[in-house]
């Protein structure tokens, strides 16, 4: 099987599995679904973090890997999770074009959060986060994909949020990340 594809035996809350296509979103039947840990995801966030490096060159300021898929052993929606750092978020000219080019499609603008942007892969089910390098939603990202890579209770207490969250039905993926925002709060204060 290619990296590019989903792999076949996706758990689903659905009456027949479920193979989500590249840019689906991991809601299904109004459900989150959320996988195992997937030891392919560092392999799929190396692959889009070489595609955004081939196409902003010295504007990218780091790249790293975060959210679920970037904790070994926890589980997630089937969707890499990466976070771009550039000098400005809010100038669009100056790294819109060149994505977009490279494949990437925006959709979510959140200028009034510290111009967070966010950017659909072209191939894998993948979003790509941009943000102000120094700006508080990425140190938030980065501390918490690092406290729960080292501190088995917060993943495992983490973990627990969302699969009990995962069992409720949500009209929006937004609506179920807003809901595990009281979790997140608790672990990193």
């Known amino acids: 099987m290619s ?3 989903p792999s076949a035996s996706l758990p689903s809350r659905a009456a027949h599995p479920v193979a989500l296509p590249p840019t689906a979103t991991p809601l299904v039947g ?4 959320l996988v195992p840990y997937d030891p392919k995801w560092p392999y799929l966030f190396s692959r889009e973090a070489d595609r955004v490096r081939d196409a902003l060159g010295p504007d990218v300021r780091a790249l790293e890997h975060v959210g679920s898929t970037a904790v070994p052993d926890l589980a ?3 969707c890499v999770d990466v976070l771009l750092l550039i000098a400005d978020a809010g ?4 790294y819109l074009p060149r994505l977009e080019k490279a494949g990437y499609v925006a959709f979510a603008r959140e200028p009034g959060w510290h111009e967070h942007r966010v950017f659909k892969g072209p191939d894998v089910a993948a979003h790509l986060h941009v943000c102000t390098e120094g700006s508080a939603p990425a140190a938030r990202m980065l501390a918490f ?3 729960l890579r080292a501190d088995p209770a917060a993943r ?3 973990a627990a949020a969302k699969a009990a969250l995962a ?3 949500w009209n929006r ?9 009281a979790v997140v709060a608790e672990l990193l204060p």
């Not at 109004?30 to 679904?33: A, D, P, T």
């Not at 100038?91 to 100056?94: H, I, S, T």
């Not at 937004?174 to 925002?181: I, L, N």
């Open 145 to 147: 994909r690092d406290l």
């Open 167 to 169: 069992e409720r039905r």
């Open 3 to 5: 990296p590019r594809e």
């Open 91 to 94: 100038d669009e000219d100056a």
């Open 30 to 33: 109004g459900r989150i679904i």
């Open 76 to 78: 997630g929606e089937p």
């Open 156 to 158: 495992a207490r983490y």
């Open 173 to 181: 993926p937004g609506d179920y990340a807003a809901a595990k925002a």
